[in-house]
């Protein structure tokens, strides 16, 4: 074959073949950016300033927690004993004359009432939210009904002071008895009451029988001659 013939047959070839190559080297390259372009990019590893750590809480330096402080203990003013809850007090019609713990307090009306009894103790705790130990006077009342009309003792309220007028709770237990229901005229009822009095405070109490808005309270003051 002569130089001529090979140029025109072989040249051309060598030619579409390097073409074919080139074309080849660069889609690949090409596939290879889009690959690269779309990944999404890796964190970057976060590393803390010199110097800019927190540091740890020492517990020894810590503040002790705050206790809850109980606020002290107050004496409670009594209530003025011719005040009733609703009732005024110029509702009451029926005088009643002061007395001590060794007389009886009559009303004018002929009803009277008297202190039979007073002992001092101590309570025993046995009810729910009883307390064993407190102090504690119990008065034993006689009511009779001296008037001519049925005296209803269903809202009888009795309260005790001492001291310089230091409200005294009432305390309630298997011993108490309440008056109630309707008192015929001429008929008696007894009632026990107790409440929470120091021993040392037993030279000035007042104890007050309020037997309902129309009748003042009938009111013993003076020592307590307890047993």
């Known amino acids: 074959m002569t130089r001529a013939v090979l140029l025109r047959r072989v040249l051309p070839a060598l030619v579409v073949m390097l073409l074919a190559a080139l074309v080849l080297v660069l889609t690949t390259t090409d596939d290879d950016d889009a690959r690269t372009a779309g990944a999404p990019a890796a964190p970057a590893p976060v590393t803390s300033a010199p ?5 740890t809480p020492d517990p020894d330096a810590l503040p002790a927690p705050t206790e809850p402080v109980e606020s002290p203990a107050t004496e409670v003013v009594a209530a003025d004993v011719v005040i009733r809850q609703g ?15 060794a007389r009886p307090a009559q009303w004018s009306d002929g009803a009277s009432v008297r202190v039979v009894g007073a002992t001092q103790g ?3 705790g046995s009810g729910p939210g009883a307390r064993a130990g407190q ?3 119990v008065f034993t009342v006689e009511l009779t009904n001296g008037s001519g ?4 003792l269903n809202a009888v309220v009795v309260q005790a002071t001492y001291g310089p007028g230091t409200q005294a709770s009432p305390l309630y237990d298997g011993d108490t008895v309440d008056l109630g229901g309707v008192l015929a005229p001429g008929a008696t009822a007894t009632g026990v009451y107790a409440f929470a009095i120091p021993e040392g ?10 037997v309902d808005g129309y009748r003042f309270p009938a009111v013993f003051a003076g020592a307590v001659p307890v047993r």
């Open 51 to 55: 110097g800019t750590e927190e540091p």
């Open 87 to 101: 009732v005024p007090e110029s509702a009451r019609t029926v005088q009643a004359a002061p007395a001590d713990f």
């Open 122 to 124: 101590v309570t025993r």
């Open 135 to 137: 102090p504690q006077t």
């Open 149 to 152: 009309a049925p005296l209803d």
């Open 201 to 210: 405070e037993l030279g000035a109490v007042s104890l007050s029988v309020d």
